[in-house]
């Protein structure tokens, strides 16, 4: 792939995702601008491009990819676009940030790494926590073996129904496994998975146990799992999306020979240390716009300054490890 003077985005999708955690963050990198934007909602991306100040804007996605001041593709749709939009983009030789989860399977992540290979055209996921200061804190204080040797890891995640949960005849897209890719796991539990691979490697084996236990929707509402890492380490999880609110958990324990370390992934409670000089409690601000630093880190890869390592190859285990505790594979 040729280096990129100025990064000029097209945006495929302009939802929520784009106006409170990403969007404004392209145009306030050095060498980064967006020049277009695409929805099929003609009234929806003509407002979204006037209040952004983003001087065009497409009701096709192929349209949007095919514009020559258009060198790069971020695409923030439901997962069931993402693997045609960023192997139509990759093809067009136009790099490609795509919201996670990166596709709707393993196997869609497997096509999207093929295309990107064989064009030479790269493929970054959102995985943003990766960057952020309160997740590199966690980072930081097991590099500096402040818990000693990691022993096991403990996810619990458990949340209260939203109120569009309850209308089963107009049910949100993240409940739509053919949009999603799953329910709220396949929606949620991305991010947590891949802060722990991130930590302790590669998850080579997964299992999980799957239900439905409110029966308010068709896909699985609970689920438990257990996994282990190619260190040998092992850990378990479970989520829980429709728990009472006097229920409501966020929460990853990294358990230690000297102690523990506790956060949350989506609360950013303080982050809580257990050592034998007691609880200490640690707080880290994040930037306003989450996705500042990774789009700044994807920036710069392609305008040549560094690499970013949040590739689609860095990212497809993700979807591997949803997909085996989903039974999905064999």
């Known amino acids: 792939m040729d280096i990129l003077d100025e990064v000029r985005w097209g945006f495929i999708g302009c939802g929520e995702v784009t106006e409170k955690k990403s969007g404004p963050a392209f145009s306030m990198i050095e060498g980064s601008k967006v020049v277009a934007v695409m929805s099929r909602d003609k009234d929806k991306v003509r407002s979204y491009a006037e209040r952004h100040h983003i001087p065009k804007y497409y009701t096709d996605a192929q349209s949007l990819i095919a514009d020559k001041d258009v060198n790069a593709v971020y695409i923030a749709t439901p997962p069931s676009s993402h693997a045609t939009f960023a192997i139509m983009a990759m093809k067009a030789g136009k790099p490609v940030y795509v919201e996670k989860p990166m596709a709707v399977s393993y196997e869609e992540c497997l096509r999207i790494n093929r ?44 949340v209260p129904p939203r109120e569009l949960d309850y209308h089963s005849d107009n049910l949100p897209w993240r409940l739509q496994p053919d949009i999603a890719g799953g329910g709220y796991f396949y929606d949620l539990a991305p991010h947590q998975i891949d802060l722990l691979q991130l930590y302790f490697g590669s998850i080579i084996e997964a299992e999980g146990y799957c239900s439905n236990r409110a029966n308010m929707y068709k896909v699985e509402d609970t689920i438990s799992a257990c996994f282990r890492f190619d260190s040998g380490l092992p850990g378990s999880a479970s989520w829980c999306f429709v728990a009472h609110q006097s229920a409501r958990t966020d929460r990853i324990e990294i358990v230690g020979q000297k102690g523990m370390i506790c956060f949350s992934v989506y609360d950013y409670t303080p982050i809580a240390l257990h050592t034998e000089e007691g609880r200490k409690e640690i707080i880290v601000e994040n930037p306003k ?42």
Request: glycine share 4%; charged share 20%.
């Open 115 to 158: 295309v990107s290979a064989m064009e030479e055209v790269p493929c970054f996921v959102a995985y943003y926590r990766r960057y952020l200061p309160y997740f590199q804190k966690v980072s930081e204080l097991l590099r500096n073996d402040v818990i000693g040797k990691v022993l096991n890891v403990q996810l619990r995640f458990a």
């Open 289 to 330: 716009y989450v996705q500042l630093p990774i789009i700044t880190d994807v920036v710069e890869h392609l305008r040549g300054i560094t690499v970013c390592a949040c590739d689609s190859m860095s990212a497809t285990p993700t979807n591997w490890v949803l997909d085996k505790i989903l039974g999905k594979l064999g």
